[in-house]
């Protein structure tokens, strides 16, 4: 599994649904542990609240899940919030949904669609990004062959990590791992075979604000 959508940075936000208040809350985990401890913190700041219902998932291809609908009827918070991270196919992450109970019962389906509406906002107000693997490229070339190799980067949008420049240029750029080949037979036609290439290992990456960002 190359690609896998995580959550970058935790959002929270809230919906209204006949005066009761669902607030979500969202979180990057990457253990049980850790998706507890957020659990219970939750539940100790919204300590007044109705219910503090949960769900979240952790591994590349959601080894461990995880959900609890504190109280509310069997199947109608936690089940259907799980649901959500699921379909969306979102990895290591935990959210919380805190309702305060308005005075008028939403029933069965009412419960499932505000849970999960809630659980969409809260992932909607964080960052969610794309990890995948690569390799670290170093390319080494005259001035001659830089013009050729930053086009074949541009064209096939590889970021450039850093670019050093001495008697020669060293161009370091984020190879996604199934592009590997490619871009090894095209930076050594477009120079003629002159540049020298040197792979790194493995390495998860995701691209933020137009940049590569390397996870170790």
Same mark, same amino acid.
């Given at each position: 599994?190359?690609?896998?959508?995580?959550?970058?940075?935790?959002?929270?936000?809230?919906?209204?649904?006949?005066?009761?208040?669902?607030?979500?809350?969202?979180?990057?985990?990457?253990?049980?542990?850790?998706?507890?401890?957020?659990?219970?913190?939750?539940?100790?700041?919204?300590?007044?609240?109705?219910?503090?219902?949960?769900?979240?998932?952790?591994?590349?291809?959601?080894?461990?899940?995880?959900?609890?609908?504190?109280?509310?009827?069997?199947?109608?918070?936690?089940?259907?919030?799980?649901?959500?991270?699921?379909?969306?196919?979102?990895?290591?992450?935990?959210?919380?949904?805190?309702?305060?109970?308005?005075?008028?019962?939403? %029933? /069965?389906?009412? *419960?499932?669609?505000?849970?999960? #509406?809630?659980?969409?906002?809260?992932?909607?107000?964080?960052? $969610?990004? !794309?990890?995948?693997?690569?390799?670290?490229?170093?390319?080494?070339?005259?001035?001659?062959?830089?013009?050729?190799?930053?086009?074949?980067?541009?064209?096939?949008?590889?970021?450039?990590?850093?670019?050093?420049?001495?008697?020669?240029?060293?161009?370091?750029?984020?190879?996604?791992?199934?592009?590997?080949?490619?871009?090894?037979?095209?930076?050594?036609?477009?120079?003629? %075979? /002159?540049?020298? *290439?040197?792979?790194?290992?493995? #390495?998860?990456?995701?691209?933020?604000?137009?940049?590569?960002? $390397?996870? !170790?």
């Amino acid at each position: 599994m190359d690609k896998y959508k995580v959550v970058y940075k935790g959002g929270a936000d809230e919906i209204v649904e006949k005066k009761s208040r669902f607030i979500a809350a969202v979180q990057p985990v990457h253990s049980e542990e850790e998706a507890a401890a957020f659990i219970g913190a939750t539940k100790k700041k919204y300590w007044d609240a109705t219910h503090n219902c949960s769900a979240f998932t952790i591994g590349k291809h959601h080894e461990l899940t995880r959900c609890s609908d504190d109280g509310e009827p069997s199947g109608t918070a936690g089940r259907p919030m799980l649901d959500v991270l699921l379909r969306e196919d979102i990895h290591d992450v935990v959210v919380v949904v805190t309702r305060y109970f308005g005075g008028t019962l939403l %029933g /069965t389906g009412g *419960l499932v669609r505000a849970y999960q #509406k809630s659980t969409q906002a809260g992932l909607a107000a964080s960052v $969610i990004i !794309e990890k995948q693997t690569g390799y670290i490229l170093d390319i080494e070339t005259d001035y001659n062959g830089l013009g050729k190799i930053g086009y074949v980067l541009a064209q096939r949008e590889i970021p450039v990590l850093e670019t050093e420049y001495t008697d020669q240029v060293v161009i370091h750029a984020m190879i996604p791992s199934e592009r590997k080949t490619e871009l090894e037979k095209a930076v050594t036609e477009g120079t003629n %075979g /002159t540049a020298k *290439l040197n792979w790194g290992n493995a #390495k998860e990456f995701a691209i933020i604000d137009g940049k590569a960002e $390397i996870f !170790e």
